[in-house]
């Protein structure tokens, strides 16, 4: 069975540039996160989806972060404009979910931002 | 807020240690918790886990004990190898938000 799949795995860019990262989380599973990991750090969310739901965005910063998982699979998140600190692993994760789902996360490589 | 706490790095061991890797959580209810392993230029894996108090999760030799009464889940392998070289995430899941929240990470340096 494939993973969770990241794209791209590496990405730089100058500030003030956009930037988009696109995941595909397992199959059947409803749950999809994006976590930031800064060097040295653990995984902090940023957001969760229930299929196409955003249900807990609390820790996105929404003036220049946005998330979208139109079709309730794959999901992309977007930077604009970026800025030196957003230099940083974003992880995609993805669960089975539902009332009865398992808290159990399965990880993508992820993506490695790079702002100059 | 919740919270997870772990040693803190790098462990550095001789091939065939015991190993142990501190981990305690704050004690909000009754959170599943997981040791998630991460190898260099690879993502998260999912190492083992444990749901209720007293529960042994194992998985590839290596073992963590969920302790209610001290609020830890402590990692240990008895005999650790270079391949296990790598960095180990305690988590915690919060029930509501279904979300985890990791300790810091401890990075395990086995020589041979």
């Known amino acids: 069975e494939a993973g969770v799949v990241q794209s791209p795995r590496y990405k730089i860019i100058e500030k003030k540039q956009p930037v988009a990262f696109w995941c595909n989380p397992i199959?059947?599973?409803?749950?999809l996160y994006w976590y930031l990991q800064n060097l040295g750090q653990g995984p902090e969310l940023l957001i969760r989806?229930?299929?196409?739901?955003?249900?807990?965005d609390s820790q996105l910063p929404k003036d220049r972060f946005s998330a979208e998982r139109l079709k309730g699979v794959d999901s992309t998140l977007k930077i604009q404009p970026a800025e030196l600190g957003d230099s940083a692993v974003y992880l995609c994760?993805?669960?089975?979910?539902?009332?009865?789902?398992?808290?159990?996360?399965?990880f993508g490589p992820g993506t490695r931002l790079t702002v100059t | 807020g919740n919270s997870v706490t772990q040693m803190e790095g790098p462990v550095t061991l001789s091939e065939e240690a015991f190993l142990t890797i501190n981990c305690t959580y704050t004690?909000?209810?009754?959170?599943?918790l997981f040791w998630y392993v991460q190898y260099p230029g690879e993502g998260l894996q999912l190492l083992l886990k444990?749901?209720?108090?007293?529960d042994k999760g194992s998985n590839k030799g290596f073992e963590a004990t969920y302790r209610k009464e001290t609020t830890s889940f402590h990692l240990e392998k008895g005999s650790v190898q270079v391949s296990d070289s790598a960095v180990y995430f305690c988590?915690?899941?919060?029930?509501?938000?279904?979300?985890?929240?990791f300790g810091s990470g401890t990075r395990l340096q086995v020589q041979p």
């Open positions: 004690a909000t209810g009754y959170p599943s």
């Open positions: 199959s059947g599973h409803n749950t």
């Open positions: 989806y229930e299929n196409e739901e955003a249900v807990d």
């Open positions: 994760a993805s669960s089975p979910g539902g009332l009865a789902g398992s808290y159990e996360q399965y």
């Open positions: 988590a915690r899941a919060d029930t509501g938000r279904r979300a985890l929240t």
């Open positions: 444990a749901t209720k108090a007293d």
